[in-house]
């Protein structure tokens, strides 16, 4: 996003250009979405994980299908400002913060304060890309004269 507009990610109570009084609108997961309207390989990752990002993203276009990518990454311009969270060295700090190593379950005590972001692979279903399926459709079903 630019210029600092409030998103349907923007969580609730920060300030934006477009929400000078705070958002109050909830907020949503926009993976949970795509993996809910069925995409086929759903990913998230930060921005101070340039490795890892690479792998994903290289990962979302070799698959056979709609990927969703997204990656989080913070504006210290005007939305880091207007909410008071620090410099640009500070608010990409507090991604480490707000990571949750995939290699942890819940039941594992966390080395920093639990996040709430999942990163990596979030899900990868196995259904036919819409193109194929398509094809096999019109297969079974053409008519022979």
């Not at 890892?52 to 299908?65: P, Q, R, S, T, Y």
């Not at 311009?77 to 991604?95: C, D, F, P, T």
């Not at 966390?110 to 996040?115: H, K, V």
Request: aromatic letters at 8%; hydrophobic letters at 25%.
């Amino acid at each position: 996003m630019t210029s600092g507009q409030g998103s349907p990610t923007t969580s609730q109570d920060r300030y934006t250009t477009t929400s000078p009084l705070g958002n109050h609108e909830p907020n949503f997961d926009a993976c949970k979405l795509a993996e809910a309207a069925g995409a086929g390989l759903v990913g998230r990752e930060v921005t101070m994980q340039p490795p890892a990002m690479k792998n994903l993203i290289k990962e979302g276009i070799e698959h056979h299908g709609f990927s969703f990518i997204e990656i989080i990454s913070d504006c210290t311009e005007i939305y880091g400002r207007k909410n008071e969270l620090g410099s640009s060295a500070e608010m990409v700090l507090s991604q480490k913060k707000g990571l949750l190593p995939d290699y942890y379950d819940a039941k594992v005590e966390r080395p920093f304060r639990p996040g709430s972001w999942t990163t990596g692979v979030l899900a990868n279903n196995k259904r036919p890309e819409y193109y194929d399926a398509y094809q096999e459709y019109c297969r079974r079903h053409s008519h022979s004269s």
